[in-house]
């Protein structure tokens, strides 16, 4: 591993604690103010194995991203989407 891989992966797993000590944000807040969500770096982390030749499954990347299995997380964390920020999410996607 390079000096930089060494820097990135550093980084990576103090924005995994950031978002972990963070778990009042909500994933729809993410997504309507920086583009992406806990489930975008799960989706990532699977893209990024599959290119080393390695085989993630969504679950195993979500537990990754979660800290915990992504079916508890949510039922510990996850409130519903109010009525502004789905409008919001909305309009933030492409036609």
Same mark, same amino acid.
């Given at each position: 591993?390079?000096?930089?891989? &060494?820097?990135? $992966?550093?980084?990576?797993? @103090? *924005? #995994?604690?950031? #978002?972990?000590? @963070? %778990?009042? =944000? !909500?994933?729809?807040? *993410?997504?309507? *103010?920086?583009?992406?969500?806990?489930?975008? #770096?799960?989706?990532? +982390? =699977?893209? $990024? $194995? &599959?290119?080393?030749?390695?085989? =993630?499954?969504?679950? !195993?990347? @979500?537990? @990754?991203? +979660?800290?915990?299995? +992504?079916?508890?997380? %949510?039922? %510990? +964390? !996850?409130?519903?989407?109010? /009525?502004?920020? #789905?409008? &919001?999410? %909305? /309009?933030? !996607?492409?036609?």
């Amino acid at each position: 591993m390079t000096n930089t891989d &060494a820097i990135e $992966a550093a980084v990576f797993r @103090r *924005l #995994l604690a950031h #978002l972990d000590s @963070r %778990k009042d =944000v !909500q994933n729809i807040e *993410l997504m309507n *103010l920086a583009g992406f969500c806990r489930n975008c #770096l799960a989706k990532w +982390y =699977v893209e $990024a $194995a &599959a290119e080393t030749g390695e085989a =993630v499954a969504d679950e !195993q990347a @979500r537990e @990754r991203i +979660y800290g915990m299995p +992504y079916s508890d997380w %949510k039922a %510990k +964390y !996850q409130q519903p989407a109010s /009525a502004e920020q #789905l409008a &919001a999410f %909305k /309009a933030s !996607q492409p036609d």
